[in-house]
């Protein structure tokens, strides 16, 4: 019930094109739906969140995508670039356990010039 | 201002010795908290504070694992009789408060490395 589930594992995308990375959830207690951008050998670093009562959310060329009766969300990146390649992590936060948050297993993605 | 800072930044050591490792939070951030991260694996919770109080330690592995915040800002993670199956790397992280929906900082981690 814990638990956020991510897929792929790993992601090549062409510059220019769309980077989609999906996420699912069972405990319908979460209420903060984050992501974050992890490089090699830095700390993650919050790149977009949302709450469950948008289904969508739009910041420069990252979505997210919010959809609550599958309990699932994903990470739309237009137009990639090879500086987006990264670990992206999705994650959730549950109503009453004050911050905690529990993460997925990572996206690798790697944009190609 | 200086975000969150971690010391040391690589830390190895022998089976069974002890280690610290210290938090340095932002500045006026109430909460901080403390996640372990496995190679190839998503940061995983260990405990959070609120002020100088640990308000939730449910992710503390066993009783090796413990940690303070004496003055409600640099925390020290401490792990006794380490074990190969520590190693990773250990992130910590600060907000303003816990309990809404502002951001979460984290700091570079320290790796830790059990011989």
């Known amino acids: 019930q814990q638990q956020v589930k991510q897929s792929p594992q790993s992601l090549i995308v062409q510059k220019g094109g769309i980077s989609i990375i999906n996420c699912a959830y069972e405990?319908?207690?979460?209420?903060?739906f984050p992501w974050y951008q992890q490089f090699p050998g830095k700390g993650p670093a919050l790149l977009i969140a949302?709450?469950?009562?948008?289904s969508e959310k739009k910041e420069g060329r990252f979505t997210i995508s919010f959809n609550k009766s599958a309990k699932q969300f994903s990470l739309h990146i237009m137009d990639s670039q090879p500086g987006d390649s990264a670990t992206y992590f999705c994650a959730a936060r549950h109503y009453n356990q004050g911050g905690k948050l529990i993460f997925g297993q990572g996206t690798e993605l790697s944009v190609k010039p | 201002g200086a975000g969150v800072s971690q010391t040391p930044s690589n830390k190895v050591t022998e089976k069974g010795k002890y280690v610290e490792l210290r938090c340095d939070p932002i500045?006026?951030?109430?909460?901080l908290y403390w996640y372990r991260q496995s190679l190839g694996q998503g940061p995983e919770f260990l405990i959070y504070f609120q002020g100088t109080g640990a308000a939730d330690d449910s992710g503390l592995p066993n009783d090796r694992f413990f940690a303070v915040r004496p003055e409600g800002s640099v925390s020290t993670l401490k792990i006794q009789r380490t074990e190969r199956g520590d190693s990773a790397v250990y992130l910590c992280?600060?907000?303003?408060?816990?309990?809404?929906?502002?951001?979460?900082?984290f700091g570079p981690g320290t790796r830790l490395t059990v011989l």
């Open positions: 500045s006026g951030h109430t909460a």
């Open positions: 405990n319908t207690a979460f209420d903060y």
């Open positions: 992280a600060s907000s303003l408060i816990p309990s809404s929906y502002n951001e979460q900082f």
């Open positions: 949302i709450r469950p009562d948008v």
